[in-house]
């Protein structure tokens, strides 16, 4: 089993559209999260990071973190045809300085 | 605030011929620094990471190299380029010790013909 699966989509919606995006982990050592976007031929930028369980918001975005399930997920409110990029998730495990990368799902909002 | 360079951006290279990519960080002291590939619709392979100048951790056996001869300054290298080394390569930073987020550059895509 991989230890971070994200589907890879694509996923298309319409502008202004709500927008989930998820990954599951099957290493219970993971402590850390984090989201980055990937705009094509482009280096990721760091979106969100997050340490514990629930919620947190920047904006539009929202992180979710269930550790009992091993579940995260990235919400876009309102989303824009310049969110329109690969989405990809990171976990870690605190202990040492390597973070486990999702495949990347990739997001196009359409105008 | 930090900054990160990344050259070249694009390098096209016969099969056989050497490669040297380079990294630098502004604005921060004692990074750690990492390389990764990024193949097409294969995610991103960290290849090595360095938490200070001289220090290189390898995390997969191949035909690349990596060397931190200053602080700041992170060299990929290959004596022989293969194929399968064509990818989009990219350097990051952390700061602090265990897993704290990494921060991106521009990444360098290297076609390998």
């Known amino acids: 089993q991989k230890e971070v699966e994200q589907d890879p989509g694509p996923l298309s919606v319409p502008e202004g559209a709500i927008v989930s995006l998820n990954c599951t982990y099957s290493?219970?050592?993971?402590?850390?999260f984090m989201w980055y976007r990937q705009y094509s031929r482009k280096g990721p930028e760091l979106l969100m990071y997050t340490y514990s369980s629930g919620n947190k918001e920047d904006g539009r975005f929202t992180a979710q973190v269930d550790k009992s399930s091993k579940y995260i997920s990235l919400f876009i409110r309102d989303s824009q045809p310049s969110d329109s990029a690969t989405y990809l998730c990171?976990?870690?495990?605190?202990?040492?300085?390597?973070?486990?990368f999702g495949k990347g799902t990739l997001l196009t909002v359409n105008p | 605030s930090q900054t990160i360079h990344q050259w070249p951006a694009t390098l096209v290279q016969p099969v056989g011929s050497p490669l040297s990519l380079e990294c630098t960080v502004e604005g921060t002291s004692n990074p750690n620094l990492y390389w990764y590939r990024q193949a097409a619709g294969r995610g991103l392979q960290l290849l090595f990471y360095s938490v200070g100048i001289g220090q290189i951790s390898s995390e997969v056996p191949q035909n690349l190299s990596a060397s931190r001869p200053q602080d700041r300054q992170f060299i990929l290298s290959s004596k022989k380029l293969l194929l399968s080394d064509s990818g989009f390569y990219l350097c990051?930073?952390?700061?602090?010790?265990?897993?704290?987020?990494?921060?991106f550059g521009p990444g360098t895509r290297l076609t390998v013909l």
């Open positions: 290493n219970s050592a993971f402590q850390y």
């Open positions: 990171a976990n870690s495990g605190g202990s040492n300085y390597k973070l486990t």
């Open positions: 990051a930073w952390s700061v602090g010790t265990g897993a704290n987020e990494q921060f």
